[in-house]
């Protein structure tokens, strides 16, 4: 039977709402809204998108927002005073360095400057750490983005074998905490992983993260699977995922579109974390006052 297609951009919609009539709450309560500095180094045009998407997603939802837009000569230096003022900004909930950065500018060192508490794209050791040790923190966005596409679609990850295919710090390892965390049994696999299709054919849960067009075909998937799909490859200018859709609609039960599918689900997810920052982070305020 041919698969479900999971629909990213309505769920993204409806989870923007419910997050709107939340940050509304959050201006009641504390009489400001949460905010979102982007940093953006350089002048990468799909980059460039990106940051101006996750812009306007703040706008709509009530959520304010201030780009920072540096040349790509920049110097590693003057980005990390810009972070450590931001870091000190009240009005700033939210930090978000754009990755990649520019050539010569090293991103594991900036991004260290982040104060975890303002990591909104999960990604200080910090954050990081937390979700490995299944405490509560701020996660990266396109893998929370793949938790919710999942669950939207009724599918209990619980005693699942997932299969992530990438391991990158922003998209693969992420994903597999957070399947683990929700009880899957995970399985990494990456660029010098052997028998490849072997792995992800024993997928219930597939989450191609490799940064490949096409590079999951569907006889590398079993019957039924759900797969889920990362991958964001321009070609010829048209978008591609890393699965190669109509091969794996025919055998997959769920299947996310590429694009619509995990795409808007990741800004969702960034806005969902503004808010809770900006929301323990003014408690926290709260608490410091009394
Ligand atoms: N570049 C590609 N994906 C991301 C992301 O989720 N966050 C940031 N900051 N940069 C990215």
């Known amino acids: 039977m041919p698969a479900q297609v999971i629909d990213g951009k309505t769920i993204a919609q409806e989870t923007r709402k419910k997050i709107a009539e939340d940050v509304q709450h959050f201006f009641a309560l504390y009489g400001r809204a949460p905010g979102l500095a982007v940093v953006l180094a350089g002048d990468d045009p799909a980059s460039r998108v ?26 590693q230096a003057e980005l990390i005073s810009l972070i450590k003022e931001l870091n000190l900004n009240a009005a700033v909930d939210g930090i978000l360095v754009q990755l990649p950065l520019p050539k010569g500018l090293c991103a594991e060192t900036v991004l260290s400057h982040i104060s975890p508490f303002k990591d909104v794209d999960g990604f200080t050791a910090v954050n990081a750490g937390r979700l490995m040790l299944g ?36 998209v693969g390892k ?19 992983t052997q028998n490849l299709a072997e792995i992800t054919r024993q997928a ?21 699977a759900v797969v889920i799909d990362v991958g964001i490859n321009r070609f010829e200018g048209k978008l591609y995922g890393d699965a190669e859709f109509d091969s794996c609609f025919k055998k ?16 969702a997810m ?21």
């Open 50 to 75: 990106y940051v101006n998407n996750k812009i306007k997603a703040c706008e709509e939802t009530g959520i304010a927002s201030n780009a920072y837009m540096l040349p790509a000569a920049v110097s």
């Open 135 to 170: 405490s509560p923190a701020l996660t990266a966005c396109t893998p929370s983005g793949c938790i919710e596409l999942i669950k939207s679609a009724g599918v209990s990850i619980a005693g699942k074998h997932a299969v992530v295919v990438g391991r990158s710090n922003i």
């Open 174 to 192: 992420p994903a597999a905490l957070l399947l683990l965390s929700h009880n899957a049994t995970v399985t990494v696999c990456h660029s010098k």
């Open 204 to 224: 219930d849960i597939l989450i191609a993260a490799v940064g490949i067009k096409h590079f999951i075909t569907g006889d590398m998937i079993k019957d039924g």
């Open 252 to 267: 997959a039960s769920f299947i996310t579109p590429v694009p619509g599918g995990v795409g808007p689900m990741t800004i």
């Open 270 to 290: 960034l806005l969902r974390n503004t808010l809770s920052a900006a929301q323990a982070l003014a408690k926290e305020r709260l608490n410091y006052a009394f």
